[in-house]
């Protein structure tokens, strides 16, 4: 039985108490919030958990097992070096840290403590995402040439992280996870219009053969639009999250350039075939993330997303927030 406690009970954290007690070869056996309304949700919710309001009472009690550190990412580091140092593994939520150097210091601590981490991209769990990750694989859509995403909606606005730290995450690691190369040059535009955080932000971020990522996020849209184009050789997608029939669209079309005997220059060809709709996987993502974390931790596995994948997203997060501030490319070592 694996003893977990969860620190921080706002937005996402009934969602991570919910589904880790769900399992049961686990016990959520704590809850810290410095809110009280809060911690009168979760005693009101599940009535066995003892709830704080001091993490520290989480990370020294030896009885825990594993961390989930579901705060704002200024707190990420401080609370999940703590946990590590204490002997718990630790599951966080996106993004993984502030910066890439705590990135690499709380992954180092883990090696040396033999200890998991976990970077909550729960998108990377959906049916779509692993239908789509099934498909690159099998190479159905042949070598892959974008992917194109925007994810838009009216707020939430944040007060400590700007619209490409809160949701370009989720494409980064969705990006990071289907691609599987890495990045060469990031390219970023946005604008603040409410505070002095962007709210609008345009991402381009260009990997080796000539493949080519591209993410548009944004607070200050009228409505909510969640959808990413993936094209290969072979065939196109196109993933509409909100879409409750059909997710996930394949398609059979493509271009191709080609010379005719006699012609001197090249002439593009299209082809048109049939769409179909893959058949995906119901289950709720955080449901399957969160036994997934718990056999990594029962079986000693690395997750695939582990620190080392955190911490790809937010070297490109780094690398988007100084080409902002510096409207120019930035090379990515």
């Known amino acids: 039985m694996v003893k977990l406690a969860v620190i921080g009970y706002g937005y996402w954290g009934p969602n991570i ?24 949700r979760v005693l009101g919710r599940h009535p066995g958990v003892r709830v704080m309001t001091d993490p520290d009472d989480i990370v020294t009690d030896p009885e825990i097992d594993a961390v989930a550190i579901v705060t704002p990412v200024s707190y990420h580091f401080e609370l999940a070096k703590k946990a ?31 200890l998991q981490i976990m970077v909550d991209h729960t998108f990377l769990f959906t049916g779509a ?24 909606n009216l707020g939430l606005f944040q007060h400590d992280v700007n619209v490409l730290w809160d949701l370009a995450p989720h494409d980064l690691s969705i990006m990071d996870y289907l691609i599987g190369l890495e990045p060469e040059l990031v390219v970023a535009t946005g604008g ?18 000539n493949v080519l990522a591209h993410i548009n996020v944004n607070w200050l849209s009228p409505v909510k ?18 879409d ?9 079309k493509g271009a191709e350039v080609r010379t005719e005997q006699g012609v001197h220059q090249a002439l593009v060809s299209y ?21 997934y974390f718990l056999d990594c931790i029962q079986s000693g596995t690395k997750p695939f997303n582990d620190g080392e994948a955190g911490l790809r997203v937010v070297r490109i997060l780094e690398a988007a927030e100084q080409s902002l501030a510096q409207h120019k490319e930035i090379v990515l070592a």
């Open 129 to 152: 995402v692993r239908k789509i990750k099934q498909l690159i694989d099998d190479g159905a859509l042949g070598p892959l040439y974008y992917y194109d995403s925007t994810r838009v």
């Open 271 to 291: 082809r048109t075939g049939d769409m179909w709709a893959p058949k995906i996987e119901e289950l709720e993502a955080l449901q399957v993330e969160t036994r």
């Open 225 to 242: 639009v969640r959808t990413t184009l993936v094209g290969g050789q072979k065939k196109m997608l196109v993933w509409n999250d909100l």
């Open 192 to 209: 603040a219009h409410v505070n002095n955080l962007e709210n609008v932000a345009y991402l381009t971020v260009y990997f080796p053969n």
């Open 84 to 114: 590590l140092e204490n002997g718990k593994h630790v599951f966080v939520e996106k993004p993984f840290t502030a910066t890439s150097a705590q990135a690499e210091e709380l992954i180092e601590l883990a090696e040396r403590q033999n």
């Open 244 to 252: 409750p029939a059909e997710k996930l669209r394949v398609y059979d």
């Open 17 to 40: 108490v919910r589904n880790f007690s769900g399992h049961h070869d686990c016990e959520v056996v704590a809850v810290c919030d410095k809110n009280p309304a809060a911690l009168a």
